[in-house]
């Protein structure tokens, strides 16, 4: 019997081993696994990472250690300390680089934390609640802080930035971006009287929001963006008059209740529309927009129900998400030509949206949706001179078949095809240099392109199909923008070469990859190649990566000093001509300096500028 059970352990455990030799380390990351007091799951196998997931301890000081078993801890997974009152301080090593959303949530007996400089990225409320914090240092390796971080921080006084760090800056304990054109949020706790500096454009969603102990502040007009939310709840926001809110030169907020069938003409100067703005002002009946206005804001007019009447100045070229949604009494509006980009629901459950024929719907410059149920193979060319194609505008539309993007199309939104899947043929050119993430995938146009560097227009809009290992890419020049998230799924990529056309970079459009537990870690050691001054080395700083500058070196002789003695002569039109004629053989640096027509060859053309330069018969060369 003995000999049998031994036989019958041995079989078993033998074959637990062979279970686990073929699972793949991955897979761990779907068991809860324990060790002291965390809870943690495995990000990588093969990179040996893991997310704290749970702190299970009692609370008190906590230094979070850098590796668990054996694996590098990484990540702060979301809620992983949420509701522990008992928290008093916690040190985060520089293993880790991630600080999952809600990590702190609660947490109102952390009066301290300590982060290294490893962490990249901060979430989504973080610290919410984290009542007892007073002050905490964001080192130099922070590139993103999520939205509503330090909400209900109410003991906060001053959120400070390490003066390395390339994204962000403080003043005052105040937070804002590195140059400070951007303010976007003031610690809670914070009280006094405030001035904002002079060199800030835009001021952040709910900035202000909630701090109770701000009495005033000052804004300029320098001042051309102001996020919603940004004073609710604070003594000055609630000390001023009932009626319109100018603050800069931006119409903020409608405060109070307006009165039935109120007609209100924008000031003349106002350069933007807040979103939120007239949100459910039931009582506003007309409203006139001044030609000085350019943006009207998210959800700007949102159910304002008895609105009739909208006059929109000359000068509105955006219009953001739901800005008329559900204003249910709107039956006519002109959009005028200057209007170049409209965002989705802007003019849903509204009776002029209602009321318009089903097909395209064109407002302004804008191909803003498809109205109602597409015919099976429908063919599409958008309408000349329109300049942009609103995001989810033909999302689902199956019955496309085919769509030709005209030359005056410069930006194609958010999904704005996806998921047509009868939509085969499409022709994009060269004027389109911005497309949304997910636009054209999910349809048989997308399905069939090779695998690998996928440009439409001139964007490189995604990496499609599954990245070899250290891929190196150099994207193609002439190339004006890469999409946000276009190599997200890229594990392999370990650098990428931007040329000096690429202007615009999307958020994450790489350098980051999608682990195990669904969150973003960056790529280690991924490496970013470009010029000095570009968009490359602004994505390299505002990201933390490794950026490799391959600016040519700045010519050391003047244009025509072909001998180099500093002066440009006809010493230097002999040498050219002894060049022409073979007689001598000039250098890179003697090439370039003779080459003064600049067509790419040195010939006697040179030397008689340079000779007529000598005699004061040209300006320069």
Known sequence: ??????????????????????????????????SGDYEYSVISGTKKTVSIDKYTGTGGDVTIPSTIDGYTVT??????????????????????TTIGGGAFYGCTGLKDITMANGITNIGYRAFLGCKGLKGLTIPDSVTGIGDGAFDNCTSLTAINISEGNTKYSSIDGILY??????????????????????????????????CTGITNITISNSVTSIGYGAFDNTPFY?????????????????????????????KAGTVSISGTAFNGCTGLKGVTIPDSVTIIGYRAFFDCAYLTTVTIGNSVTSIGSSAFESCTSLKDITIPDSVTSIESSAFENTPFFVSMPDGEVYLGKVLYAYKGKMPKNTEINIKAGTT????????????????????????????AFYGCTGLKSVTISDSVTSIGHNAFDETPFYNSLPDGEVYLGKVFYE????????????????????????FIDCAGLKGVTIPDSVTSIGDMAFGYYLNDNGGYEKLLGFTITGSKGSAAEKYAQDNNFIFVDITPPAPTRMLGDVTGDGRVTSGDAIAVLRAEAQLRTLTAEEFTAADVVKDGRVTSGDAIRILRYEAQLVPSL
């Open 388 to 415: 942009s194609i609103t995001g989810y505008a033909f999302y689902y539309c199956t019955g496309l078949k085919g769509i030709t993007i005209v030359d005056s199309v410069t930006s194609i939104g958010n999904y």
């Open 1 to 34: 019997m003995k000999k049998k059970f031994k036989l019958k352990a041995l079989s078993i455990l033998m074959a637990i081993l062979m279970v686990a030799t073929i699972i793949p380390m991955g897979a761990i990351s779907s068991f809860a696994l324990t």
């Open 463 to 486: 990496y499609k199909g599954t990245m070899p290992a250290d891929t190196e890419i150099n994207i193609k020049p002439g190339t004006i923008s890469i999409t946000e998230y276009a």
């Open 75 to 96: 990540q702060m997974g979301d809620f992983s300390f949420k509701g522990c009152t008992s928290l008093t301080s916690v040190i985060i090593p520089n293993s880790v």
């Open 238 to 266: 609630n000390s001023l008059p009932d009626g319109e809110v100018y603050l800069g030169k931006v119409f903020y907020k409608y405060k109070g209740t307006i009165p039935k069938d109120t007609e209100i003409t924008i």
């Open 177 to 210: 971006n590195k140059d400070k054109t951007e303010m976007f949020k003031c610690p809670q706790g914070k009280s006094g009287e405030i001035a904002i500096s002079d060199s800030v454009t835009s001021i952040g969603n709910y900035a202000f929001s909630d």
